[in-house]
């Protein structure tokens, strides 16, 4: 084979290689701009639909979501949203078997929510601010109890400080405990009762010793300085996430004046 055949070969090689086709795996390669991506799936702890059915009572608004998979129940401070708004929102938590009694009515299944947004903007609860939780936990923890109530308020007659109670839980759980104090949270008709937050001055706000969960067929109102009698239980489970070191629970109240 002669010097003059060998270029003549290689010359062709070359040029066959350049004119040949990109190799499958440049192909592969470039796919994903061409291919539209999934849409993405919610954020967990959050739900979107259509409003089918909405009412307001006792402060709060109630709606059907027709969502993606299924109807849902869900409910938050009262908001101006009607019949026919897409919204979503953030999933506080899930109640089963939830009866409403300014609404005569239950739900097998509803979600208590936070965040409402309508068309991306969050939709303003009534009077103008952001809606809030309908149950937000009441778990005296430093990120969820109300703030420190400055003025020391005296103990009842022959009751005890929040910071005492906490102090000597163990001893009096499941014994009937008197406090009196200020009313810092409300929130009203929460599986059946009207839960409060009372603080008196004592304790602190760092680890919760400031606060205390009750519960109770009284309605009373923020501000207000009441007198509770109920039984002291520890480590009390709701499910749902909502658990508490420390609750008196179904307590009488004797308001003893308004707070300036």
Known sequence: MNRAFIVVLFFAVTSLVACSPEPATTATTAAPATVAAPAAAPAAGTIAGTIAETMNAGGYTYALLKTATKDTWIATG???????????ATIDMPMENFSSKTLNRSFPTIYFVTG?????????????TTALALAPSHAPTPSSAAPQVVEPIAPAPGGITIADLWAKRKELSGKVVVVRGKVVKVNNQVMG?????????????????????ITT????????IVTISGTLTTDKDFGSGYAYDVIVEKATLTPSKTAN
């Open 217 to 224: 067929n009284a309605t009373v109102t923020v501000g207000e």
């Open 78 to 88: 009262e908001l101006p949203v009607r019949i026919g708004d897409r919204i979503s």
């Open 193 to 213: 009762s009207n839960w409060l937050h009372l603080q008196d001055g004592s304790g602190t706000a760092r680890d919760g010793t400031n606060d205390l969960t």
């Open 116 to 128: 409402v947004t309508r068309d991306g903007e969050i939709v303003p609860a009534a009077g103008g």
